[in-house]
Every structure is written in structure tokens, then in C-alpha cells.
């Protein structure tokens, strides 16, 4: 077995002062709820009466400190790249020759996201798997969606910005020559954006959906619908499925891009607020069949929830999306595919788009579909249990998936 690669960095642990979670509780036991009649099955959005036994707990019973311990039986670190305060947390893999890789959260998410699949992406073999899977793993935070804190000198921030950070991460800060790179939602973005420009430098990618670099370029990008428009001939259940994905994608995407700034007064002022931004997208985007516990305890809502508010990230997080499409993608270069790193990709059906209803279908639906043009693809699954946060509700699928991608990339 190797011995771990040595960063040059001394671990920084996570640690909140008493005072910044004191002002925490104060604001909650503050909190003026809305008016919100007529809105018990929150069909208006989320109802206070939910919210408010949310926040009562996150005021009087949940504990911010067991939960940053448990966030720091991890290594953690803090590195200046080109000028940009980033954290990471690194598990160390265990196994013949681990490869490094580095995996990115989207939005809503936090580094936190990916907890579930850190230790057996390093440590196969105690998961019952073989140890020639080990990777060296390494999980940052977007800058600004958290530690080590709120994010200035950077107000262009965007993805294929950010890829350009990671890359000099872990080719300058930690000295590697060559890298594999995963991610979801923004993190796919991210990750692509890595398979393009930085091809002969990665082993591979693995990413949560396909979706295409220029995504959000456009003078109408924040029209989630642009491309499914509502016609009278349409089938029911096209017609259903689209108007379910407005109502899970829309407001979020357009208030983001078009309005986050004024949002953010509210939520970086209330904690109540800022939950329920985020709660309605961990409720509508996860597979939880009802029953949001299933995926998310009260507790890990609230570690969330409590990672942006003690960072105060809220709108540096929204800008992400706005600065995608103030400061579009361009290619690094033309030549196709466009993202040329073998690329694994894991999708789920509870995203699958209008007419299409098995895993087999989003699969034949993605090879056969432009958004594969994209990639050298290697590798695709679908799979019926899992939502956007998809390393979380379904941790098993996202790590076979992405071992598989890998098995033939290793040096």
C-alpha cells in the first residue's frame, strides 16, 4: 500500500465562535412569521407552520457543535489559490495507488453533500470493495457557499471560473500531475468544464447529468421552459411533466440570475429566511416520495442551512448563476467532443425530462440526444431511486458509478 500523498498545508479544523451561533439563536427567537393562510399543503410554497417547527428547533434543540465535530473527523485546510481563500476536506485513500480526486457540490449544497461517499471512495476495502479503487479525496467548498467564510475580491465568480481555481489546486497547491474530478448540478458544471479545458491533465470525470457547458448563455437562460414549450396536441403526461419541472426549477432559476442581490438583503438578515429559500429546494429536487426525512433529517437540514448562515454565503452562492451568464462560457478550444476527458455520468429518473419514464429510456434518451455530443462519454447509468443530491439520497449507485468510470483510466 502506498503511503497517502503529504499536502503542504497545516490542517485548519472547522471552529465557530460561541458568538457568531449566540447571534444565531437571538435572530431565530426573533423570527415574525408571514401571514399564510390557505397554505397548509404548501401549494404557495412552504408554510410557516412547517418552517416555524423548523426553526424552533434549530433555535433550542440543535446542536451546531456535535455536528462540527463530526464535520471534523475529516482533515480540513485552507489554501490561497491565485488570490482566493478555499477549504477542503481530504481523506487519504487506503489501497495499492490511489488516484486524487476532487468532487464539487452545487446549489443548494454544501461540502457537506458528499459525506456519504468520502470514506468508501477512499477506503474501498472496508466497504467490502477492492482496494485498487482507492482514491485520494478531496472535497472543497465553492467559494462563497461557506467556509472559510464570506467571499470578496471575487464579485465575477462563476463555474468555469472556479475551474480554473481547482485546477491550480491540484496541480500547484498539492502537486499533482494528474487528477480525476467529479460533481453534481454547479459541480458538473465545474467538472466538465475541467474534462475541456484541462483534458490531458485529468484521468477522467464523473458527473450528475449531462448538462451542456453553455447552458446557461442566452439572452433568456433564466427560462427554464425555453425548450419545452406548451402546446394543445401535446400528451398528458408531457404536458404534466413539464409543468411538475417549471414548478420544481423555475422561480429558482429565474429570481437567481435576475434578482438574487435583492433576495439576499432578506436571507442574510433571517435565518428563517434563508431556511426556507433552501428548504423548498431540498424538499422539491430530492426523492423522497413524501416524506422528506427519509433523505434529510431535521439535523442535516440544519447543518446545511447553518454552514451558509455562519459564512454568510448566501448571495455569493446566487451569484453563481448570474455571473454564468454575465461572463458566458467560451471554448478553450474547438475540438470535439468538447469535453475530451473520459466522462462517466450518472443520471437519475427523477429528473428525467418530459416522455421519458425508465432509467433504460434516460440512458437510450441520453446517448441518442445532443447533450451526448458533448462528452466522451465512457460510462452512463440511470437509476430509479436518487434526486438532484444524488451522491446523498443514493451514495451507493453515485460510488459504483463512478469506480466503474475510472477502473480503465488508472495509470
Known sequence: ??????????????????????????????????????NGDGSYGVPAGRLGELVAYWRDGYDWRKAEAALNVYEHYRADVAGVPVHFLRKPGRGPRPIPLILTHGWPWTF????????????PAA???????????????????GFPGPLTGFPDVNFWKVADLWHLLM?????????????????GLVTSQLGHKYADELYG????????????????????ARNRPL???????????????????????????????????????????LLAWLLERWDAWSDHGGDLTSVFTPDDLLTHATIYWVNNSIATSMRYYAN?????????HDRTPVVQAPAGITLVTFENPPGIHTADERVRAFRTGPQADWFHHVNVNAHD???????????????SDLRRTFRGLRP
Open 1 to 38: 500500500m502506498t503511503a497517502p500523498h503529504a499536502l503542504p498545508l497545516e490542517p485548519a479544523p472547522i471552529h465557530v465562535p460561541d458568538e457568531v451561533l449566540d447571534d444565531l439563536r437571538i435572530r431565530l427567537g426573533l423570527t415574525r412569521p408571514p401571514l399564510d393562510e390557505g
Open 205 to 224: 470525470i464523473h458527473i450528475g447529468s449531462g448538462t451542456p457547458l453553455d447552458f446557461l448563455n442566452g439572452p433568456r437562460a433564466w427560462d427554464f
Open 324 to 332: 454564468a451568464n454575465r461572463y458566458p462560457w467560451t471554448p478553450a
Open 127 to 145: 466497504f467490502g470493495g477492492d482496494p485498487a479503487d482507492a482514491f485520494d479525496v478531496i472535497v472543497p467548498s465553492l467559494p462563497g457557499f
Open 385 to 399: 431511486h436518487g434526486g438532484h443530491f444524488i451522491p446523498w439520497e443514493n451514495p451507493d449507485a453515485w460510488v
Open 231 to 273: 402546446t394543445d396536441d401535446q400528451p398528458a403526461d408531457v404536458r404534466d411533466r413539464a409543468l411538475e419541472l417549471d414548478r420544481r426549477f423555475a422561480s429558482h432559476l429565474a429570481v437567481h440570475m435576475l434578482d438574487g442581490a435583492t433576495l439576499a438583503h432578506g436571507l442574510s438578515d433571517s435565518p428563517a429566511g
Open 112 to 123: 457537506w453533500h458528499w459525506s456519504k461517499v468520502i470514506d468508501p471512495l477512499a477506503d
Open 171 to 187: 496541480t500547484e497547491t498539492l502537486g499533482h500531475r494528474k487528477y480525476a474530478a467529479g460533481g453534481c448540478d454547479i459541480g
